[in-house]
């Protein structure tokens, strides 16, 4: 049963080209919540992510809903106005599209119904965001992620999240490619975002390091698809000591 408050998949498999991926996922994020989800190459922690932000690659099964609506009824666009944000593991270039143009199109997608707004009215918006995030306003006239270094492209899409104001964002290796200056704004702005908006996170990870600003609720281990353990920061702390073979070993018995 979907509860009105949560973003939740029970049994969730999905597939691509009949191959079998996910392979009964159920989790639970309640608003303001930050669950990690943790788990070897491979295990399928960006599925998860692409199968519920509605990628049409994967064949999906199983439940998933956002405060009580379904979501695997939706598009990608549906579930970005139902409030579901996904920042990409490797977020792609788009040569010839600026940022400034990018983020109001998707900006004024997310509004829809209501009427888009217009230039200079974004331009309020986007500059306020970016003053917040201390981000240099020439971003704006570049092309998106063209040339952006890695950790640059990371702040993009946190201003994508900033802007989109989502009830549930879902942070693929937001920390790769950063260093350790970079990994500290980025946490801190994640939880800035949190407490005024009150969103539940998901964040996939390979190291505790970030998880020890972000200090989440829940850590999930992913293994073929399953989740083969959950706990709390204790449990990065040990895959960060010992690796995944123990609790691999441990968890799916
Ligand atoms: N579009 C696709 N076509 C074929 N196989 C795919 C596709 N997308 C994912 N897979 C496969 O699904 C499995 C899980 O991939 P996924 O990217 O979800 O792993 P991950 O846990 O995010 O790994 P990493 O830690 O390396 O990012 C892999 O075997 C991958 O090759
Ligand atoms: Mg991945």
Known sequence: MAWKNELATRNLRTSVGGKPILRGVSL?????EIHAVMGPNGSGKSTLCHALAGDPNFKTEG????????????????RSRAGLFLSY???????????????????????APKPPISIAEFERVVKKEMGALRMDEAF???????GFSGGEKKRCETLQMALLQP?????????????????????????????????????VTHYARILKFLKPDFVHVLHMGKLIRSGNAALAARIEREGYDKIIGDGSR
């Not at 639970?28 to 303001?32: E, F, K, L, T, Y």
Request: proline share 5%.
């Open 28 to 32: 639970s994020i309640r608003p303001g």
């Open 63 to 78: 439940t998933a809903s956002l405060d009580g609506k379904d979501l695997l009824g939706m598009d990608i666009s549906e």
């Open 89 to 111: 593991q490797t977020p792609p270039a788009v040569p010839g599209v600026s940022v400034a143009n990018y983020l109001r199109t998707i900006y004024n997608a997310a509004r």
């Open 140 to 146: 704006l006239d570049r092309y998106l992620n063209e």
């Open 167 to 203: 009830k549930y964002v879902l942070l693929d290796e937001i920390d790769s490619g950063l260093d350790v200056d970079a990994l500290r704004i980025i946490s801190h702005d994640i939880l800035r975002l949190r407490k005024e908006r009150g969103f539940g996170v998901m964040v």
